[in-house]
């Protein structure tokens, strides 16, 4: 049975693991290497399915940072290389909806060198786990632009199931955008998390760093 309680809210901590670590964001600390892996006017298409960017200077990204620190709704975390220190991306816990046990991952941000990695991959891992584990959420849900073909096939191999099409859902950018909607829910994570745990282990992958298995 369920809890009828409202879930409490995600809170700004730190969330270990193997590959990456899920910081709050902070601008100072986090800045210059999300400066260089995305908001350089040369990461421009990064952005073409962003609710924001492209940014023109370094100014502007930082106040792009700096309003997403001080969010509660979205509430960002940077996504952290545990070797090199260097935040690679974010990623946000959003439309937090407490009475209900609904929260949605989102505003996903990842630079080159995070994309297709086991870092990639872990992040999206501690996310949920915190969110049904730690939280105690029912439902978690996954929304992208549906032009956006990588982030629809994101989602699958992550383990969020295809619930339908809203036509017309939001304009971004003055443009009409439809909107492909996915969700997990608690009573499936556990079987979802072992198998993220059986592909992110180191055994998974080659000499060479080739995954031996797939995740989906």
């Known amino acids: 049975?369920?809890?009828?309680?409202?879930?409490?809210?995600?809170?700004?901590?730190?969330?270990?693991?193997?590959?990456?670590?899920?910081?709050?964001?902070?601008?100072?600390?986090?800045?210059?290497?999300?400066?260089?892996g995305a908001g350089h006017p040369r990461h421009e298409q990064r952005w073409l399915y962003m609710s924001d960017g492209p940014f023109a200077d370094r100014a502007a990204f930082d106040a792009h940072l700096q309003r997403k620190q001080a969010?509660?709704?979205?509430?960002?975390?940077?996504?952290?290389?545990?070797?090199?220190?260097q935040a690679l991306g974010y990623a946000a816990l959003m439309r937090i909806d407490l009475p209900n046990r609904v929260i949605e991952v989102g505003h996903i941000m990842y630079t080159v060198a995070l994309q297709r990695t086991r870092g990639a991959t872990e992040a999206m891992y501690l996310l949920a786990r915190y969110v049904f584990e730690d939280l105690g959420y029912r439902r978690y849900e996954w929304k992208c632009n549906a032009l956006n073909a990588p982030s629809r096939a994101a989602a699958q191999r992550l383990g969020f199931s295809y619930e339908g099409l809203f036509r017309q859902h939001m304009?971004?950018?003055?443009?009409?955008?439809?909107?492909t909607w996915f969700a997990m829910i608690d009573e499936e994570w556990p079987e979802r998390k072992k198998v993220f745990e059986r592909w992110l282990d180191p055994e998974n992958f080659d000499a060479e760093g080739k995954q031996r298995t797939p995740l989906a």
């Open 1 to 36: 049975m369920f809890s009828t309680e409202p879930a409490p809210r995600p809170a700004r901590i730190t969330i270990p693991g193997r590959y990456v670590t899920l910081s709050p964001l902070n601008p100072e600390a986090h800045g210059d290497a999300l400066w260089e």
């Open 71 to 85: 969010s509660e709704d979205p509430l960002f975390y940077a996504i952290v290389d545990n070797v090199t220190g």
């Open 171 to 179: 304009i971004v950018k003055g443009k009409s955008r439809d909107t």
